[in-house]
């Protein structure tokens, strides 16, 4: 075989091994990718119903509903517009608490209801670091606004 066949096929091998690895890294991705919804999305039918899915807003008041002889908790995730039921088996953490901001991750179910797999309870919105307070008072200083907020 001359050289320049061999460099040649040497190139075209390079390129389809590269062309399959980059597949299988971006379906890697894909499994893993997680898309979030406010209940107002879910309500309008735009989250997945096949596949897990985080969905985001405030526990309603009153809503919530612990189970005396296991783990299961139901309760309600608002975005002042729509209410999507949440049933989830497992501890919550220690920030939940209705009105507050919280994250579930799980999957819809047939009945519109979320069965969560994972519950995150979001800090005070009021909740700074301090190099970000920083950052906001030298922008709100540079630009004469006052008082912004994260």
């Known amino acids: 075989m001359r050289s320049r066949t061999k460099r040649g096929l040497i190139i075209v091998g390079g390129l389809a091994a590269l062309g399959v690895a980059s597949a299988l890294v971006l379906n890697a991705f894909q499994d893993n990718l997680v898309f979030f919804f406010s209940p ?4 309008s039918s735009e989250a997945p119903v096949d ?3 985080r969905l985001g807003g ?10 005396s002889d296991s ?3 139901h309760f309600v995730v608002t975005d002042g517009a729509q209410a999507i039921p949440v049933t989830y088996d497992g501890l919550l953490p220690d920030m939940f608490r209705e009105g507050k901001g ?3 991750q799980g999957r819809l179910q047939a009945d519109g209801s979320f069965r969560a797999e994972q ?8 909740y700074t670091p301090k190099e970000v307070a920083d ?6 200083l540079e630009t004469g606004s006052g008082g912004a907020r994260p």
């Not at 107002?40 to 309500?43: E, F, G, L, Y």
């Not at 405030?58 to 189970?67: D, I, Y």
């Not at 950052?135 to 709100?140: G, H």
Request: a positive charge; charged letters at 20%; proline letters at 0%.
């Open 51 to 53: 596949r897990s899915f």
């Open 58 to 67: 405030l526990v309603q008041e009153g809503s919530v509903q612990r189970s």
């Open 119 to 126: 519950v995150l309870a979001k800090h005070d919105e009021n």
């Open 135 to 140: 950052m906001l008072k030298t922008t709100s």
């Open 40 to 43: 107002s999305q879910v309500a």
């Open 102 to 104: 919280v994250v579930t």
């Open 71 to 73: 783990l299961a908790v």
